[in-house]
């Protein structure tokens, strides 16, 4: 009888757990796809760069292993960029090397090995090089027609930066000294300058008015009346907080995403391990084979019900519960300065 009752039921959960199975693996597969394209494409940048390091191509090099980086983030490929530039002995090269090390000096500054080998790349290059340090607001930089960060090294000489705000364009000509430090503050063209502060009002005794709690001079005691000029403090005006806007964080949806993919992944493995348990008892029909498919068919259920309402869950979560947007800032004035809130 346990033959004649399992006989007709595996096949057709067979056939439903394997469907689920397969599209819960693609599904999974499919999420880290770009990113190993991306893994690929660097390390295709990489092996190009070690071969013309070996073979003395140090500028081919350089380019190759800073295309690693930038397609991969990688401290070993901005390293061995470092090496390739130096390996060129050229000042464009050197000063290219010097740059990348202050790059490398922001981004792996947790690492005391790499940050010492960097500060010794910018110790040995920067006397014959002149370091150029630009502060703009939303801009974008070049510096010789060649695209730029705001922290570079450059070869001494004439140079022309060039900032961009969209449509916006200043040309700067500057002329660098080896081991100068420049640092370049620049605005948008047409930007309204930032208006000065108020002046600060003095007040004699004989002017002081009540105040934002202060007291009259008749108020103060006798040795102090008509003493010393005071400062007249006005009453900072209320501060205005705006509503905070309602709902759940986002990393309550992320968390929803990572939980959801690891119970997909947790039902890819059961509906497989149910399709070998069913295999096992087409080959040995017994009643622990039997006993163990059911056991194994019923976690699989369990897991497909419970991956199904995280993933309801989780949409749910995204498109109607999540506060995309952070609350508005709030600001207020008081005798110590300006202050300003939020949340998030």
Same mark, same amino acid.
């Given at each position: 009888?346990?033959?004649?009752?399992? %006989? +007709?039921?595996?096949?057709?959960?067979?056939?439903?757990? =394997? /469907?689920?199975?397969?599209?819960?693996?693609?599904?999974?597969?499919?999420?880290?796809?770009?990113?190993?394209?991306?893994?690929?494409?660097?390390?295709?940048?990489?092996?190009?760069?070690?071969?013309?390091?070996?073979?003395?191509?140090?500028?081919?090099?350089?380019?190759?292993?800073?295309?690693?980086?930038?397609?991969? +983030?990688?401290?070993?490929?901005?390293?061995?960029?470092?090496?390739?530039?130096?390996?060129?002995?050229?000042?464009?090269?050197?000063?290219?090397?010097? %740059?990348?090390?202050?790059?490398?000096?922001?981004?792996?500054?947790?690492?005391?090995?790499?940050?010492?080998?960097?500060?010794?790349?910018?110790?040995?290059?920067?006397?014959?090089?002149?370091?150029?340090?630009?502060?703009?607001?939303?801009?974008?930089?070049?510096?010789?027609?060649?695209?730029?960060?705001?922290?570079?090294?450059?070869?001494?000489?004439?140079?022309?930066?060039?900032?961009?705000? /969209?449509?916006?364009?200043?040309?700067?000509?500057?002329?660098?000294?080896?081991?100068?430090?420049?640092?370049?503050?620049?605005?948008?063209?047409?930007?309204?300058?930032?208006?000065?502060?108020?002046?600060?009002? *003095?007040?004699?005794?004989?002017? *002081?008015?009540?105040?934002?709690?202060?007291?009259?001079?008749?108020?103060?005691?006798?040795?102090? =009346?008509?003493?010393?000029?005071?400062?007249?403090?006005?009453?900072?005006?209320?501060?205005?907080?705006?509503?905070?806007?309602?709902?759940?964080?986002?990393?309550?949806?992320?968390?929803?995403?990572?939980?959801?993919?690891?119970?997909?992944?947790?039902?890819?493995?059961?509906?497989?391990?149910?399709?070998?348990?069913?295999?096992?008892?087409?080959?040995?029909?017994?009643?622990?084979?039997?006993?163990?498919?059911?056991?194994?068919?019923?976690?699989?259920?369990?897991?497909?019900?419970?991956?199904?309402?995280?993933?309801?869950?989780?949409?749910?979560?995204?498109?109607?519960?999540?506060?995309?947007?952070?609350? +508005?800032?709030?600001?207020?004035?008081?005798?110590?300065?300006?202050?300003?809130?939020?949340?998030?």
């Amino acid at each position: 009888m346990a033959v004649n009752f399992l %006989t +007709p039921v595996v096949p057709r959960w067979g056939v439903m757990l =394997r /469907g689920v199975a397969l599209s819960s693996v693609l599904a999974l597969l499919a999420l880290p796809a770009s990113a190993q394209t991306q893994v690929d494409e660097a390390a295709a940048a990489y092996e190009q760069g070690q071969r013309a390091f070996t073979n003395g191509d140090f500028p081919a090099a350089a380019e190759f292993f800073e295309t690693a980086d930038r397609t991969q +983030p990688a401290a070993q490929a901005l390293i061995q960029a470092i090496r390739a530039h130096r390996g060129a002995r050229a000042p464009a090269h050197d000063a290219r090397a010097a %740059t990348l090390a202050l790059t490398l000096l922001r981004r792996e500054a947790a690492d005391p090995r790499i940050t010492a080998y960097a500060n010794r790349v910018v110790d040995d290059l920067s006397p014959n090089l002149a370091r150029v340090t630009v502060q703009c607001d939303g801009c974008d930089l070049s510096l010789d027609a060649q695209t730029s960060g705001s922290d570079v090294f450059a070869e001494p000489g004439p140079h022309t930066l060039t900032a961009a705000w /969209g449509m916006r364009v200043t040309h700067h000509p500057l002329q660098l000294l080896a081991g100068s430090n420049n640092p370049i503050e620049l605005t948008m063209p047409g930007a309204a300058p930032t208006p000065p502060a108020a002046p600060l009002r *003095i007040a004699t005794p004989d002017e *002081i008015q009540v105040r934002g709690g202060i007291a009259l001079d008749s108020e103060l005691p006798p040795a102090m =009346r008509g003493a010393v000029p005071t400062v007249e403090r006005l009453a900072p005006p209320p501060a205005i907080d705006p509503p905070t806007p309602d709902g759940l964080s986002p990393a309550v949806f992320i968390t929803g995403l990572v939980l959801t993919a690891g119970l997909g992944g947790a039902l890819a493995w059961s509906g497989l391990d149910t399709l070998d348990g069913s295999e096992a008892y087409a080959q040995n029909p017994t009643q622990s084979a039997l006993d163990d498919g059911r056991v194994r068919e019923l976690r699989t259920n369990v897991l497909a019900g419970v991956t199904a309402a995280a993933g309801v869950t989780t949409i749910l979560i995204g498109a109607f519960f999540t506060r995309w947007r952070s609350a +508005p800032m709030r600001a207020s004035v008081s005798p110590s300065g300006l202050l300003v809130g939020g949340s998030f």
